[in-house]
């Protein structure tokens, strides 16, 4: 009999690698991402800024921001194979973060093999991935709405190409900046679920595609990404201000969550949720497709944060990312189903700077396990292998 070695529970607590990408401070509320924080970063520098500074550990000058948009715009468009996946996906009635990770899963058709070193090549396809997660999620918005995609525009940023594609009409300004900024916000966020799962895959020496394919799989679950929906769908069921304190209280005395409030690594508000309060100001008077559930929102925070201190004080249950995520993605015009596919957008660029720092760092993330079933079994002697 060996005895068992005690681990944290889902390796909680534990350090699993080293990275210089970002770093999430739970007890002051700071995320600091390539050595800037996020309030430093989000509403000054662009998506495609900030991606430049993960991929390569710095901001980049203008000439090379403008040059990095003009070498991965080409890349938007969407193969045929793709949008043959999309289409059966969505006569299947596929969700969308399913749709995602099938179309994903198949650029590996059109994964070259760049001449020189596999950082090379990292980079090539990380270019690709970014470039067309915004096409693959438009598109499959629109045919699960039984309209035809829309292709994509070369002369516009990532976050206005992609209400472009999602409308078909030129992007108010406001709104690209709003999507941009959310972008910013959740590029990368320390060693979450999805991004965990993408550096073991990447440690295994497999494809940069493989690893990203196998972080949207570990998004789908609702305990990582599912969030923000269920936000939507707590403020459409309190419909008022007036029904939310009766509400939030009836919730919690069921021994329910209140969806957007608390996380498992900030012990104070969710500095994220600052920075999305903040476009959603920027929107209220510009471009919000629901102003009065913006006003509830405001509203319901309000009300939940006072209600949650007084019945469960000292749990430090502030907002969150997916709280005002909700609400600015609603504003921009996007359905809840989409919530989540379109923050694998953002997110799609900080999965790819892990695995790149994965395979430079070129080690395989091999922890062991505890074992607590029984020993001493034995197979009864009247089996027979021979009877097959």
């Known amino acids: 009999m060996f005895a068992i070695r005690s681990a944290p529970r889902g390796l909680e607590g534990v350090i699993a690698v080293q990275t210089r990408l970002s770093d999430v401070d739970g007890h002051n509320g700071l995320l600091v991402i390539g050595g800037y924080t996020l309030e430093e970063l989000a509403g000054r520098v662009t998506f495609e800024e900030a991606t430049y500074l993960l991929w390569t550990g710095r901001l980049p000058t203008l000439a ?10 080409p890349m938007r468009a969407m193969p045929a194979h793709v949008m043959a996946i999309l289409v059966r996906a969505a006569r299947r009635g596929a969700s969308p973060i399913d749709a995602l990770r099938m179309a994903c899963s198949s650029l590996s058709l059109d994964v070259g093999s760049p001449s020189g070193s596999s950082h090379d090549a990292d980079a090539a396809n990380a270019k690709m991935l970014l470039a067309i997660f915004p096409t693959i999620v438009a598109a499959y918005t629109r045919l699960i709405a039984g309209r035809e995609p829309i292709a994509p525009r070369l002369d516009r940023s990532l976050a206005s190409n992609f209400l472009y594609m999602l409308t078909g009409g030129e992007a108010d300004p406001i709104a690209a900046r709003a999507l941009d900024t959310y972008w910013v916000t959740v590029i990368d966020h320390g060693m979450n679920a999805s991004t965990f799962t993408a550096r073991v895959i990447a440690s295994t020496r497999a494809d940069i595609v493989s690893a990203v394919t196998g972080a949207i799989g570990a998004l789908k679950g609702p305990l990582h990404g599912g969030a923000p929906g269920p936000v939507l769908d707590m403020l459409l069921d309190i419909r008022t201000a007036e ?3 009766r509400w939030v209280r009836g919730e919690l ?7 957007g409030f608390g996380h498992r690594v900030y012990q104070v508000r969710d500095p994220r949720a600052d ?7 920027e929107m209220s008077n510009a471009v919000l497709h629901d102003r009065a ?3 509830l929102a405001r509203e319901v925070e309000s009300i939940a944060l006072r209600v ?3 019945v469960k004080p000292g749990r430090n249950l502030r907002t969150n990312v997916e709280f005002y995520t909700a609400v600015v993605l609603q504003s921009l015009g996007l359905r809840a189903e989409t919530f989540v596919t379109t923050f694998a957008c953002g997110r799609c660029a900080g999965w790819c700077a892990h695995v790149i720092e994965q395979h430079a760092q070129d080690h395989l993330i091999r922890p062991e396990s505890g074992y607590v079933g029984p020993y001493g079994l034995t197979v009864p002697r009247d089996r027979d292998v021979s009877r097959i």
């Open 275 to 281: 920075v999305l309060s903040r476009v959603c100001e």
């Open 293 to 295: 559930l913006f006003e």
């Open 64 to 73: 090379e921001a403008e040059a990095f948009r003009q070498e991965i715009a």
């Open 253 to 259: 005395a069921a021994g329910r969550r209140i969806m």
């Open 308 to 310: 949650l201190e007084e």
């Open 243 to 245: 029904r939310a304190e």
